[in-house]
């Protein structure tokens, strides 16, 4: 037999012969069936609050076209009704947004939503299909009336009119403004993948810190003078704000770009873009940014925090790259789940899913993150807040009993029954 030959054969035998090996090999399709059909399979079968719509019609043609769904409800209501759900809050609970259906909608194609809070884009969505076939149908029938031409019917069939849905908010102060249902679906997607990208980067750049230390026996000398708990938390604390920093930069960036744009402007456009500008401020009212950002931050601490200290452990307790990997598939499919989810939350982020998936310490950061700009009811904010804090705390005292082990452990394949017996030391 060649030397390559027997050089092949104990590479290929060695590593083919290994449990991991095995393990990976049944566990990667079972988990990628999983990871990909249970998330659907959730958010198909979840509970979700019907939202419900009242409305009111002063189109006569277009009478009972809207037929309530499993996720919305349609109730018809009068003149009066609307008034007083404009008026006091007695009638918010029982509808969710009044719609009215004006009575030259065939000529300005446009209709009125007014709610209290932001409403799912879907919503929307859904009011515009409604109200685009039935004007749709309603114009061509127009059409084949007057004109009398055979065939002209069949000629704009599949045809559909462009329905504009204003949707505006009430609120504490009664004042209706613009609603930007589909600007808080692209910032609760943005900053929840924002989290994401966040906790992949930094709990890496962690748990490459560590590993090349040990590696290096850097940590040894170290050691003598700085406790291993003290040592873990500096490093994380470090990188975290090396991320914090980051964060401040790109917002002076942007702040410092927006500026030079609108002082290079031209006079002529210059009205269009203080329309503009007003109503991205509107925007930023309703959504109120502030509160949005600083939850963003505490999520994205705790995140980094929770990710960061188990990566830590995992960097300690190994001894290069190729061994770690088996510890991390436990921290990614977490991860890989929550953004899997994060668009179907964004469809409907108050079903069972979206609130589970957001006070799970795993998933918290990134679905709750992607909630917020929606409203989420205070119990459940503190909950998932208090949860994670908690999760943070164990999760560190955790990755500390790991740490203080392995960083001085080197030549030893490391498993997760050992890893155990290192967490039950006292």
Same mark, same amino acid.
């Given at each position: 037999?060649?030397?390559?030959?027997?050089v092949?054969?104990r590479?290929?035998?060695? $590593?083919?012969?290994? @449990?991991?090996?095995?393990?990976?090999?049944i #566990?990667i399709?079972? #988990?990628?069936?999983?990871?990909?059909?249970?998330?659907?399979?959730?958010?198909v079968?979840?509970?979700?609050p019907?939202t @419900?719509i009242?409305? #009111?019609n002063?189109?006569?043609?277009?009478?009972?076209i809207?037929?309530?769904?499993?996720d919305?409800?349609?109730?018809?209501?009068?003149?009066?009704?609307?008034s007083?759900y404009?008026?006091?809050?007695? *009638?918010?609970?029982e509808?969710?947004?009044?719609l009215?259906v004006?009575?030259? +909608?065939?000529?300005?194609?446009s209709?009125?939503?007014?709610?209290?809070?932001l409403?799912?884009?879907?919503?929307?969505?859904?009011?515009?299909?409604n109200?685009s076939?039935a004007?749709?149908?309603i114009?061509?029938?127009?059409l084949v009336?007057? %004109?009398?031409?055979?065939?002209?019917?069949?000629?704009?069939?599949?045809?559909r009119? $462009?329905?504009?849905?204003?949707? /505006?908010?009430?609120?504490?102060?009664?004042? /209706?403004k613009?609603s930007?249902?589909?600007?808080?679906?692209?910032?609760?997607?943005?900053l929840?993948?924002?989290?994401?990208?966040?906790?992949?980067?930094y709990?890496s750049m962690?748990?490459q810190?560590?590993?090349e230390?040990?590696?290096?026996?850097?940590?040894?000398v170290?050691?003598?003078?700085?406790k291993?708990?003290?040592?873990?938390?500096?490093?994380?604390i470090?990188?975290?704000?090396?991320?914090?920093?980051?964060?401040? +930069?790109w *917002?002076?960036l942007?702040?410092i770009?927006?500026l030079?744009?609108?002082?290079?402007i031209?006079m002529e456009s210059l009205?269009?873009?203080?329309?503009?500008?007003t109503?991205?401020?509107?925007?930023?009212d309703? #959504?109120?940014?502030w509160?949005?950002?600083?939850l963003f931050?505490?999520?994205?601490l705790g995140g980094?925090?929770i990710?960061?200290s188990?990566?830590a452990?995992?960097?300690?307790?190994v001894?290069?790259?190729?061994?770690?990997?088996?510890?991390?598939?436990p921290?990614?499919?977490?991860?890989?789940?929550?953004?899997? *989810? *994060?668009?179907?939350?964004?469809?409907?982020?108050?079903?069972?899913?979206?609130?589970?998936?957001?006070?799970?310490?795993f998933?918290?950061p990134?679905i709750?993150?992607?909630r +917020?700009?929606f409203?989420v009811p205070?119990?459940?904010?503190?909950?998932s807040?208090?949860?994670?804090?908690?999760?943070?705390?164990?999760c560190?005292?955790?990755?500390?009993?790991? %740490?203080?082990?392995?960083i001085?452990?080197?030549?030893?394949?490391?498993?997760?029954?050992?890893?155990?017996?290192?967490?039950?030391?006292?």
């Open positions: 037999m060649s030397p390559i030959s027997l092949f054969k590479e290929y035998l060695s $590593r083919v012969k290994k @449990k991991s090996f095995i393990l990976v090999t #566990l399709p079972i #988990l990628a069936i999983a990871m990909t059909s249970i998330p659907a399979y959730l958010m079968n979840s509970e979700s019907a @419900k009242g409305v #009111l002063n189109k006569s043609e277009l009478q009972h809207f037929k309530s769904t499993k919305i409800k349609y109730t018809y209501i009068t003149e009066e009704v609307r007083a404009l008026e006091t809050t007695e *009638l918010k609970d509808y969710d947004a009044i009215v004006p009575e030259d +909608i065939l000529t300005t194609s209709a009125k939503l007014t709610s209290y809070k409403l799912p884009f879907t919503v929307s969505e859904n009011i515009r299909s109200l076939g004007i749709s149908q114009k061509v029938d127009q009336d007057k %004109y009398n031409i055979p065939g002209l019917e069949q000629e704009f069939k599949g045809t009119t $462009r329905i504009k849905i204003n949707e /505006q908010v009430v609120s504490d102060d009664g004042e /209706q613009d930007f249902s589909g600007i808080a679906s692209g910032l609760g997607y943005v929840g993948f924002m989290i994401y990208i966040f906790i992949f980067a709990g962690i748990m810190g560590v590993m230390e040990k590696k290096n026996r850097v940590v040894e170290i050691i003598t003078s700085v291993p708990f003290h040592l873990l938390m500096g490093k994380i470090g990188i975290i704000a090396v991320g914090l920093t980051q964060l401040l +930069i *917002l002076s942007f702040g770009i927006q030079a744009v609108s002082t290079t031209s009205q269009i873009n203080n329309d503009i500008m109503k991205i401020a509107n925007g930023f309703v #959504l109120n940014i509160y949005i950002g600083s931050v505490f999520y994205f980094v925090l990710y960061g188990l990566m452990a995992i960097g300690a307790a001894d290069n790259a190729e061994d770690s990997q088996q510890f991390m598939m921290l990614t499919i977490p991860l890989i789940i929550s953004i899997i *989810l *994060l668009t179907l939350v964004m469809q409907s982020p108050h079903n069972s899913v979206a609130v589970w998936g957001s006070i799970i310490p998933s918290s990134i709750m993150t992607a +917020i700009p409203g205070v119990w459940q904010l503190i909950t807040m208090s949860i994670l804090i908690i999760f943070f705390i164990l560190v005292w955790i990755a500390a009993k790991i %740490y203080s082990t392995g001085l452990m080197y030549g030893k394949k490391i498993n997760f029954k050992e890893i155990w017996k290192w967490i039950r030391y006292s």
